[in-house]
């Protein structure tokens, strides 16, 4: 971006030479007169500085007795001058100035922050519908009224702010803390429930009746706390029950069978030093590719990057530039080494603990064993882990069963009572 403006506005190198050079520096700094790249040239020095600052420069030389030399000049300003004779040169150039500012007016990028529940692609898909996405007028586009239909239409957004910075659309959001319940599953209760055979290890309970403690033996499917509450009356005795969602830290101790099978040799690939390289341009439907040479190569592999073209921060524009590099292989048959089975049984192990502990497990001990052959690598063993219980299911519903001469209303009217 700086050099863009230093282009636009138009600079000089110049060849600083005299009695007292390092004096006119000075005064150059306390003017705050800003000089680029210097270096010592000769009996001076040589640098660059804007047109605008050289202007400023005629009293700092008349009092250091210095003198300034031009030796090259850039910018617009002296290009077009250089190439005034050439008018398709200055056509070309007034062309591509229009092009750019009529560019100016249209979006070309969309950004959007804070979302969680709602993907990209959906409220991308959304803002398209609503006449606001990639390619859009900016003048057309109502930002206030964006925001309503954006709140109106997803409640889950309790906030958004949208903002035209350039030729960026940007849009930032913040989701509701949580989500709806539905009705039902608030009138009724859910139990936690033990989703592998172990021990429970602990037992932290908020709310539902714990059905185990610590260091009972459970199994898959047991009811670990319960959704369903009693109601007792001052007697002791069950009035009724309520029902709630079961929610308590459960962690139990178990041991995970674990088991991998991999190849004792791989196809690798070398590099033989060959390169080709091709540019591409693309424009929506639009695209051009130059190779600068043809690839003929059997086997290779290609990376390729791809960057919307802009000019600082946030003007882009509808292009894309693509570089693509291609490199030569040649494949060979590589057998693992002792070190390096190790290294890879150990890498795959780790893997598939980090897919564990995804999964609320905490891995406290590894016994495993190595068996190599000839032609697979076999790993055998087991894990000790602890797997904080999150599986849930519906509470079943209890009736209250009436004693023998007990009404709902609770007077006695058995056979041994006085109804006087």
Not at 144 to 172: A, F, H, M
Not at 329 to 356: D, F, M, N, W
Request: aromatic residues 10%.
């Amino acid at each position: 971006m700086i050099r863009i403006i230093r282009f636009l506005d138009g600079y000089v190198h110049v060849q600083l030479t005299g009695y007292a050079p390092e004096r006119f520096l000075n005064l150059c700094r306390s003017r705050h007169i800003l000089l680029w790249d210097l270096q010592p040239s000769g009996q001076g020095y040589g640098f660059y500085i804007s047109i605008r600052s050289f202007r400023r420069l005629k009293p700092l030389l008349r009092k250091t007795g210095t003198k300034v030399h031009i030796t090259e000049k850039r910018g617009l300003f002296p290009l077009a001058f250089r190439y005034r004779k050439h008018k398709f040169f200055l056509v070309g150039i007034a062309a591509a100035c229009g092009i750019l500012i009529s560019f100016s007016g249209f979006i070309w990028d969309v950004e959007i922050n804070g979302n969680s529940r709602f993907s990209d692609q959906t409220l991308l898909g959304y803002l398209e519908e609503q006449g606001a996405g990639y390619g859009s007028l900016k003048n057309r586009l109502d930002c206030e009224k964006l925001e309503s239909d954006i709140r109106k239409d997803y409640p889950d957004i309790i906030w958004v702010s949208v903002k035209i910075q350039g030729t960026r659309l940007i849009v930032d959001v913040q989701e509701a803390a949580g989500a709806k319940e539905d009705g039902d599953a608030q009138t009724k209760g859910t139990d936690l429930i033990a989703d592998y055979d172990g021990t429970v290890e602990s037992i932290v309970t908020r709310s539902g009746t714990p059905c185990v403690k610590k260091g009972d033996m459970v199994k898959k499917g047991d009811i670990l706390v319960s959704g369903c509450l009693e109601l007792f009356d001052d007697f002791g005795s069950v009035t009724g029950y309520e029902y709630c969602h079961a929610d308590a830290d459960v962690l139990i101790s178990l041991d995970l069978p674990y088991e991998d099978v991999f190849p004792a040799k791989d196809t690798r690939y070398k590099a033989t030093g060959r390169t080709r390289r091709r540019i591409g341009l693309d424009a929506g439907s639009w695209r051009m590719s130059i190779g600068l040479r043809k690839n003929k190569f059997e086997v290779y592999d290609q990376i390729t990057s791809l960057e919307q073209v802009r000019f600082g921060k946030n003007f882009y524009l509808p292009l894309k530039l693509e570089m693509t590099r291609i490199r030569e292989l040649v494949p060979y048959e590589h057998t693992y080494s002792e070190e390096e089975i190790q290294a890879l049984a150990g890498e795959r192990l780790e893997l598939y603990c980090r897919k564990l502990e995804e999964k609320n497990f905490e891995i406290k001990g590894k016994n495993v064993k190595i068996n190599a052959g000839e032609k697979e690598i076999s790993v055998k063993g087991n894990l000790e882990a602890l797997e904080k219980a999150e599986k849930t299911g519906n509470t079943e519903i209890r009736t209250q069963k009436k004693e023998e001469g007990q009404e709902e209303n609770g007077i006695d009217t058995g056979n041994n009572g006085n109804s006087s």
